[in-house]
């Protein structure tokens, strides 16, 4: 069904990260590194990891079910679901198929994304475009991940970087002024091999030499990438904005990919934007890629940041290299986020394939696990 072009806006948000956490002391213990380097050179102070029966889809369920929640609508309202992911449960069926049955909505199409850390903002791009031009009047956009299955616990130059967690938002025609401003995409592919997963696909099937060669890991030139990351935030954002017709000073808050607490700096020092006008909640979670933008953006609207008449800037980077800005005026009362308050993983169940189950949880991280469960002394 088609009807007239439209306003854009987002009209749901949510988050969800899974309660295990895996702390800087417990990093310690595990490779050569510690807190201090580790706080200095990124920021990050702890990130969450999925328990064994958490997957991609299961996080991405609950904090989709919240952000449909929170627009006010009934799972059968979305049109179409889209999950940006770089860890989908299975290469086929997509993630967001699994979404679907799991939210309970009968009639979505749904499709997952590959656009790495940049995930939820092309999500968003490609959502946006379904609204605008009439197919489709309410699209769920998830990002999420579970970093923790395809990270190398021996490496320490990734194993410190990434968590799990999931975050969504509900973008709905609407005529009402405000919205989408301004959108920004872009792709590098000089810097494709600069963070790369090698093994598992049609190049380099899954096999014992990719298993042997710890293919199946998150590989990453990190200096490379922090370079290219600094650079492209900058110019991917600068570009939304005057797509928008706005200029920085008019922004009232920025939330960038949480990747590096020194790359939000360099690209707050670039634009010549303060850092008080930039969320920042890279220290609880890490990098948790595709998910990292919209679990910023519920924690930013519960923690007071957001407020409607506001000019927002989403800004991302990821594998590709990808990256993607969204410059949007937020019209939503933030209190609306209490519509989703008792959602939790209790409410979406995963539908099981044939095959017998199996433990995905990392070995390497078995002991937290064993820590967390253990009954309290006393
Ligand atoms: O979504 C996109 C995903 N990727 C990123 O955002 C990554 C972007 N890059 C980064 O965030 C940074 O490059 C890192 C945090 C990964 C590394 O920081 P860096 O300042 O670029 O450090 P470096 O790789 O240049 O290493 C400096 C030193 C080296 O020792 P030497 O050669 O100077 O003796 C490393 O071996 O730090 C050493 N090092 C560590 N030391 C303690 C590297 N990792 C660690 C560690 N603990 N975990």
């Known amino acids: ?169 509900v973008l709905s025609a609407s005529d009402e002024p405000g919205g989408t401003l301004g959108i920004e995409l872009t792709t590098e592919p000089s810097g494709a091999y600069y963070i790369w997963l090698p093994g598992g696909g049609a190049a380099r099937p899954a096999g014992a030499a990719t298993v042997d060669g710890r293919e199946h890991f998150i590989h990453m030139k990190g200096t490379e990438t922090f370079k290219m990351a600094v650079r492209t935030l900058g110019s991917t954002a600068t570009a939304a904005v005057r797509a928008a017709g706005l200029t920085l000073d008019e922004v009232d808050l920025v939330i960038p990919h949480q990747a590096n607490y020194r790359i939000i700096e360099g690209l707050s020092k670039s634009l010549g934007f303060p850092m008080e006008r930039v969320f920042v909640n890279v220290d609880c979670y890490g990098n948790t890629s595709a998910a990292s933008v919209p679990l910023a953006l519920a924690e930013a609207v519960a923690a007071g940041r957001v407020m409607r008449g506001d000019r927002l800037l989403f800004v991302a980077f990821g594998a590709g290299l990808t990256s993607g800005a969204i410059a949007l005026q937020w019209t939503e009362d933030p209190a609306n986020a209490a519509r989703a308050a008792a959602i939790g993983p209790a409410d979406v169940t995963i539908a099981p394939g044939y095959l017998g189950p199996t433990n995905p949880f990392p070995t390497a991280l078995e002991w937290i696990r064993e820590r967390d469960e253990a009954p309290a002394k006393g």
């Open 1 to 169: 069904m088609s009807r007239p072009a439209t306003g854009v806006h987002l009209t749901g948000w949510g988050g969800y990260a899974p309660s295990l956490v895996l702390t800087n002391a417990d990093l310690e213990r595990m490779v050569e590194t510690n807190d201090e380097w580790i706080v200095t050179r990124t920021g990050i102070r702890e990130r969450h990891i999925a328990r064994p029966d958490e997957t991609t889809a299961s996080m991405a369920a609950v904090a989709g079910l919240r952000a449909i929640a929170t627009a006010g609508l009934q799972p059968d309202d979305i049109d179409l679901i889209i999950v940006g992911t770089l860890t989908p449960d299975y290469p086929m069926p997509s993630t967001a198929a699994l979404v679907k049955e799991a939210i309970g909505n009968r009639r979505a199409a749904a499709m997952d994304l590959a656009a790495a850390c940049s995930g939820f903002v092309y999500g968003y791009a490609t959502a946006h475009a379904y609204v605008a031009s009439g197919m489709y009047r309410h699209v769920l956009v998830i990002g999420a991940e579970t970093l923790s299955r395809v990270t190398d616990w021996t490496d320490r130059g990734t194993a410190i970087l990434f968590g799990d967690a999931a975050g969504a938002a």
